[in-house]
Every structure is written in C-alpha cells, then in structure tokens.
C-alpha cells in the first residue's frame, strides 16, 4: 500500500497547474523508465522529457510539487529523480522511507 500522507489532499487548487502541462498530451512513456532501462536508452528518453519540460508554462509548479512530495520516479520539473535527490540533500536518500 502506498504512503500519501506527504500528498497535498484532495483540494483542487493544489493540482490546477496540471492543467496548463505540456506534458498533459504525452501520457508517461516519456518521463518515466521502463523497468530495466539503462545507460544511453535512459538518457535518451530523460532528454526527451525534459525537452518537453523546458517548454512548459508550468515547470516550477510541478517541480515544487515534486520535491515537496518527494516524487520517487520520473522526470519532474525537467528533473530525473537522482537530480532532485541531489538538490533534498545526503538526508533524503537516508529517510528510510524508500522515496526521493
């Protein structure tokens, strides 16, 4: 079962920004890997969702909402998630919480 105690609730406002996403027509293949992905395959498909980030009006938005909520997986505010693990710091990836 999955922990979403950190998630904002269910409030509307907190996921408006989603709408404006340039992501919204793209569905997920884009910004998260496969399992099993690796080396240049990854770096590819991470370059291509974040091409598609650094056009969106709402890339701050979605990055805020990532590193409040410690998304684990995928390309966020044209971020992978070892990029936000780095900008949270030594102490997120030693939360024992298994999340970014």
Do not use: N
Request: positive net charge; hydrophobic residues 30%; contains cysteine.
């Amino acid at each position: 079962m999955s922990d979403v105690r950190r998630l904002p609730g269910a409030a509307l406002h907190h996921w408006q920004w989603q709408q404006r996403a340039a992501c919204r027509s793209w569905g997920s293949g884009p910004f998260f890997h496969p399992y099993g992905e690796r080396g240049e395959e990854r770096e590819d498909r991470d370059a291509a969702a974040k091409r598609i980030c650094a056009r969106c009006p709402v890339r701050r938005a979605c990055l805020d909402h990532a590193l409040r909520t410690r998304e684990p997986y995928g390309v966020w505010g044209g971020l992978t998630e070892e990029e936000r693990r780095g900008l949270l710091g030594p102490a997120a990836e030693h939360s024992g919480t298994g999340a970014v």
